[in-house]
């Protein structure tokens, strides 16, 4: 499996927006800028980061996008699952149902013993991926040394 930039973009701008505004709004140029992503991509991803509920915005001058709950409630399974829509290893899992009633995604269906394995280290990654927090990638950027950027739109000069 192979996470598209959607969702690698999606993380990094979701951390990008916990570590430096925390609960206040961020700008697209801003997340952008320290990023490196372009901002009309960015503004396709937090429409589906919006649509999932993990971002609002506000308009005007001290608008732009924020976080709809803490940092420590929010998880990267969360932010994956937003941009890639699942959280799969292969596509022949996709759609089974332990009931039976939907049709198989692959003709082998329940004949595989590779579908357990898929389908547990699908379960085993998102597991991973909702073990992990907003807040816990901003301790480690901490640790990492990270500096946080002063919002300018805050900054006066006399």
């Not at 969702?7 to 206040?24: E, I, K, P, Q």
């Amino acid at each position: 499996m192979k996470l598209s930039t959607k969702s690698r973009y999606g993380v990094r701008a979701m951390f990008d927006m916990a570590f430096h505004a925390g609960t206040l709004p961020a700008q697209i140029k801003d997340i952008s800028r320290r990023q490196n992503i372009s901002p009309r991509y960015l503004e396709q991803i937090f429409q589906d980061l919006k649509k999932a509920g993990l971002l609002k915005s506000r308009r005007g001058p001290q608008g732009g996008y924020s976080l709809t709950r803490p940092a420590e409630e929010i998880t990267i399974k969360e932010i994956v699952l937003a941009a890639e829509g699942e959280l799969l290893l292969v596509n022949c899992i996709k759609g089974r149902r332990k009931d039976g009633e939907s049709p198989p995604a692959c003709e082998f269906d329940n004949q595989c013993l590779t579908q357990h394995i898929w389908n547990e280290g699908s379960r085993i990654l998102g597991d991973y991926f909702a073990s992990i927090s907003l807040k816990d990638l901003c301790e480690q950027g901490q640790e990492m040394g990270l500096e946080k950027e002063l919002d300018h739109r805050f900054m006066y000069f006399i």
